[in-house]
């Protein structure tokens, strides 16, 4: 009997994680949970994160309802939800540290799965972790390293390094999501005989530029 799995996303923390260390966020979702899970058998995933207020960013609300309706298709994934509230003008996350907290030690009581895998770095759910262990369940943690509090990576039984390696083809497109670094035309040589001297003018005059060869540079110092 293969043991049961219970995947919890920190959404926020794995989107800006992804944006950060690779530049794109087109993840496809269902093909990163099995990736996580492995041979064992993947009882629920369960993804936190907060409802964009229209009113603050129309556009950034619109993008977030097309990927949870993405989200929503992908099997055996549930979506947990919460709200942003003013903080001196800031909009502020809302419950969602509670709710992944509380749905670990909840089913975990219910014995629902036998290994939780929490999709964060946050060190707020380290002592909820070691609570679910105590109950006499595995914790594993997926973690980027530049955004992982070590306090947590400690109270993890195993744990998922997610680098560029472990993405490998878990994409939904082929393409990068930003600009690829800018080259040289192949034809363009660079001259090795010819050196350029620009001397552009501040006043109305075209700029002047004259080549010497190396061989004229040569000359021109031997006679001076």
């Not at 036998?114 to 946050?122: E, P, R």
Request: with cysteine; net charge neutral; proline share 4%.
């Amino acid at each position: 009997m293969h043991d049961r799995v219970a995947i919890f996303i920190d959404g926020s923390n794995l989107y800006h994680s992804l944006k950060n260390n690779f530049k794109r966020v087109d993840l496809n979702f269902a093909e990163f949970t099995k990736k996580l899970c492995g041979s064992r058998r993947l009882i629920r995933t369960y993804y936190y994160n907060v409802l964009q207020d229209a009113n603050l960013r129309v556009e950034g609300q619109r993008e977030q309802q097309d990927f949870l309706e993405t989200l929503r298709k992908t099997p055996y994934l549930e979506l947990r939800l919460g709200t942003t509230k003013l903080s001196q003008g800031i909009p502020v996350e809302r419950g969602i540290d509670v709710m992944l907290a509380t749905d670990l030690l909840y089913f975990a009581a219910n014995n629902s799965y036998d290994i939780a895998i929490l999709v964060s770095g946050d060190s707020d759910f380290g002592y909820t972790l070691q609570v679910v262990k105590d109950m006499g369940k595995h914790i594993e943690v997926a973690y980027f390293e530049n955004a992982a509090s070590r306090d947590l990576l400690n109270s993890a039984d195993y744990l998922h390094e997610l680098d560029r390696k472990f993405f490998t083809g878990l994409w939904t497109t082929g393409q990068r999501q930003y600009p690829p670094r800018r080259r040289r035309p192949p034809h363009f040589r660079p001259s090795t005989t010819t050196a350029i001297i620009a001397s552009p003018s501040q006043e109305n005059h075209a700029p002047v530029q004259e080549q010497l060869t190396i061989q004229e540079q040569v000359i021109a110092q031997d006679q001076t």
